[in-house]
């Protein structure tokens, strides 16, 4: 341990507070991206993938303190959907606000407190993030996986008859949390998997997710509402043949987010969907980097990103589709798209794609734009009132992206908590 850490420099100083774990079934892949972390260092605004968005308080070695969510805000995400509530406060599982971890087809057990015999999880922890440090690098998610000491593990075995509900709770305002996840998902096995809630001041996630032959996976998540949050996610995933993975992000307000989401598609006809709807004003940065990778045949992959933004607001979407030599009828799509509510807000895209088959057909596209006049007019001229026609054609712009949602009662949930945002914000 002490040959691997920096004994100076920002890199020391960032990790200088966080406690290692050297035994236990984990410790080998934290070793190991220990000496990832090490021989990439921090990231900074040199590095192509972070022009467009500042490392800097993830950098720092402590967070900056971020208010928690006002009183103002209204219902926690979900809180009508039947499921099990997994409560994390501050980055610390919180048994008495949980519910018992037992659930048919499903195994649930937690990162900090998992014996040795849980051989599944210890092929998958840090697995699929050392995979998707090539060819970018993401310290961040290599700082997680060496140094995170809580989150769940989850195996499902068969459908699960509800959705497991992560629910982070943001009480301390200097909170700097870190969790990683592992989920399997088993052939012809199926998920849900539900996220909400602030977190922390400062949060960094990791999740894999490994969806066996078949098997299905559902990821929905609602990041915020609170106002100071600073967030840098990583979601990794392999999807194998025939197999579906979905996730779904909605983000409300915060300071700073990256979320990152890195997909492999390595079995034939697998399917893989990623979207995500942003809303934010001010001093609200969001950022979506996004890369897919095609290796079987016959895949189809998605990436739906829109964001809305006002009163200076930023938005960024970086996002790849890469075609591997022999994937042929790969069916791949993405679109990125902001609607400006004013000329002060920003968007920057950077859209890519990379195919070595001939016989694909992948596609992209980004826009940005304002409120579209004529539909404003046609709602007006009806009697609808300015800022509710304006909110009609927001959900409608934000309607492409929440149709990736299967679930129609979550899918409504989200529709829900956009509307709810839209009317704190008229005025």
């Not at 892949?29 to 990439?40: E, G, K, P, Q, Y």
């Not at 579906?244 to 997909?263: D, I, Y």
Request: net charge negative; aromatic share 8%; glycine share 8%.
């Amino acid at each position: 341990m002490a040959d691997a850490l920096p004994k100076e420099g920002p890199l020391a100083a960032r990790i200088a507070g966080l406690g290692f774990a050297n035994e236990g079934w984990q410790a080998p892949a934290r070793f190991d991206a220990l000496s990832r972390l090490s021989a990439m260092g921090l990231p900074g605004r040199r590095d192509e993938y972070w022009r467009y968005t500042d490392p800097a308080s993830f950098n720092a070695p402590d967070p900056l303190p971020a208010t928690t969510a006002g009183e103002d805000e209204d219902v926690l995400p979900f809180e009508a959907i039947d499921r099990l509530r997994i409560v994390f406060v501050d980055g610390v599982f919180d048994a008495e606000a949980s519910d018992p971890l037992a659930l048919d087809h499903v195994e649930i057990g937690l990162l900090g407190r998992a014996h040795s015999d849980i051989h599944w999880a210890r092929d998958l922890y840090g697995v699929l993030e050392a995979r998707g440090q090539v060819p970018v690098k993401r310290p961040f998610a290599a700082l997680n996986t060496a140094f995170a000491s809580e989150g769940v593990l989850i195996r499902a075995t068969g459908t699960a008859p509800k959705p497991v509900a992560l629910v982070y709770i943001h009480r301390s305002e200097t909170s700097d949390a870190m969790l990683h996840h592992c989920i399997r998902v088993e052939a012809g096995a199926e998920l849900t998997l539900l996220e909400s809630g602030p977190a922390a001041a400062r949060f960094t996630k990791v999740m894999e997710v490994d969806v066996a032959e078949g098997g299905r996976f559902h990821h929905i998540r609602a990041q915020g509402p609170d106002h100071d949050r600073r967030a840098a996610t990583h979601l990794f995933a392999r999807v194998a043949s025939k197999a579906l993975f979905k996730s779904f992000t909605l983000t409300a307000n915060g300071v700073m987010t990256r979320n990152e989401a890195v997909l492999e598609l390595v079995g034939d006809d697998a399917v893989a969907h990623v979207a995500g709807a942003a809303v934010g004003d001010g001093k609200f940065h969001h950022d979506d980097t996004v890369f897919i990778t095609h290796e079987g045949q016959c895949c189809e992959s998605r990436q739906v990103f829109k964001k809305v933004l006002k009163n200076g607001a930023t938005g960024v979407f970086q996002g790849k589709i890469l075609v591997k030599p022999g994937a042929q009828k790969t069916d791949g799509y993405q679109i990125s798209q902001s609607l400006l509510l004013d000329e002060d807000s920003v968007f920057l895209a950077k859209p890519e794609l990379e195919i070595y088959a001939d016989d694909v057909k992948c596609s992209h596209g980004s826009t940005s734009g304002a409120i579209d006049e004529t539909g404003l007019f046609y709602l007006r001229s009806r009697g609808v009132p300015l800022k509710a026609a304006q909110a009609l054609l927001v959900l409608a712009f934000l309607a492409e992206a929440i149709q990736e949602i299967e679930n129609e009662e979550i899918a409504e949930d989200i529709r829900l908590r956009l509307e709810s945002w839209l009317a704190r914000h008229e005025h």
